[in-house]
C-alpha cells in the first residue's frame, strides 16, 4: 500500500519518499515556528506496510523516539523531523550518547521504583484511615476534597492550565449535592491554615461552573492556584482507591 502525505508548499497529497537513512545521519525536530531539536538516527527498522521507522535519538534531551518519512531539510515546511544529506555523527560520539541514555534510563527506572514502594506504603495507611472512618461513619456518597493547584498557563500563548499539587480528604457526606456550607465546615477539619481559612470565604469564591468546559463547584479564589474545596461523588467503592495514597501521607486524611 503506498503511503501518502500532504504537501503543505503545494497543497496535495503525495506519495512518501524514504530517504533510507543509515546510523548516525544527523537529523533536527521542530515542534514550532522556530525551535529545532537535534538528533541522530540509532537505527530503523522496515515494514511492509508502512514503511520504513527510524529510531532517533534526541541529543539534549536523551530522548528516543521514532519517526518515518524523514524529509531532507530542504524541504522543511513546519512541524517536522528532518535530515540534513551527508551529515553523520561518528559512532564513537553516538556510543558515549548510548552510554548516557542507559545511565538516564536506569536512574529513571531506580527512582519510578522508589515513588512506586513509596505510593505502595502510602496506600496502606490511606486504606487503614478509609475502613476505620467507613467503621465509624458508614460508607460515604461522597469526599469533600481540599486540593492545591498550581498555575501553568502561558499567556503568551494563550495555554492556561494547572496542576494538582496535593489533595487531602476533609471529610464523607452522605448525599451527592453541591453545598458550599458543607464545604466551608469541611475545611475546619484541616490543619492548615489556607484551608482552614477557606471556611470563612467571600462569597464571590463559590463557583457554580456546572456547564461545558467549566470546573463543576468548588470554593476558591481561583481554581489555577492555591487551595480549593471540591466535593466527589462515588459511583463504587473501587472509586475510593484512587484516594488512598493522598489520604496515608502526613496530613492527607481529616475525616474526624
Not at 551527508?86 to 559512532?91: H, I, Q, V
Not at 542507559?102 to 527506572?109: G, I, L
Not at 448525599?175 to 484551608?195: C, G, T, V
Request: glycine share 8%.
Amino acid at each position: 500500500m503506498q503511503v501518502m502525505h500532504m504537501n503543505w508548499k503545494t497543497g496535495r497529497m503525495e506519495p512518501c519518499l524514504d530517504s533510507k537513512l543509515k546510523r548516525g545521519q544527523l537529523v533536527v525536530g521542530y515542534d514550532g515556528p522556530s525551535t529545532g531539536h537535534n538528533g541522530v538516527v540509532l537505527g530503523s527498522q522496515d515494514d511492509n506496510r508502512w514503511g520504513t521507522s527510524y529510531q532517533v535519538l534526541w541529543i539534549d534531551e536523551l530522548l528516543k523516539s521514532g519517526h518515518q518519512f524523514i524529509r531532507p531539510i530542504a524541504e522543511r515546511f513546519g512541524i517536522g523531523v528532518y535530515f540534513y544529506p551527508g551529515s553523520f555523527m561518528p559512532e564513537a560520539e553516538i556510543a558515549k550518547l548510548e552510554q548516557r541514555l542507559q545511565e538516564k534510563e536506569k536512574a529513571e527506572a531506580e527512582e519510578a521504583e522508589k515513588r512506586r514502594m513509596e505510593n505502595e506504603h502510602f496506600s496502606n495507611i490511606g486504606r487503614e484511615h478509609f475502613e476505620t472512618a467507613i467503621r465509624k461513619h458508614g460508607k460515604p456518597a461522597a469526599l469533600i476534597l481540599a486540593v492545591e493547584h498550581e498555575d501553568i498557563s502561558e499567556i503568551q500563548s494563550d495555554y492556561l492550565d494547572f496542576r494538582t499539587l496535593r489533595i487531602i480528604v476533609l471529610a464523607f457526606s452522605k448525599h451527592k449535592r453541591n453545598l458550599f456550607s458543607e464545604m466551608r465546615k469541611a475545611a475546619l477539619n484541616s490543619e492548615i491554615p489556607q484551608i482552614r481559612g477557606l471556611s470563612q470565604a467571600p462569597d464571590s469564591w463559590e463557583h457554580r461552573e456546572n456547564y461545558t468546559g467549566g470546573h463543576g463547584f468548588y470554593l476558591a479564589e481561583s481554581k489555577y492556584h492555591g487551595w480549593s474545596i471540591e466535593k466527589i461523588p462515588l459511583h463504587n467503592d473501587e472509586q475510593l482507591e484512587r484516594f488512598f495514597c493522598n489520604a496515608g501521607k502526613p496530613g492527607g486524611f481529616c475525616v474526624k
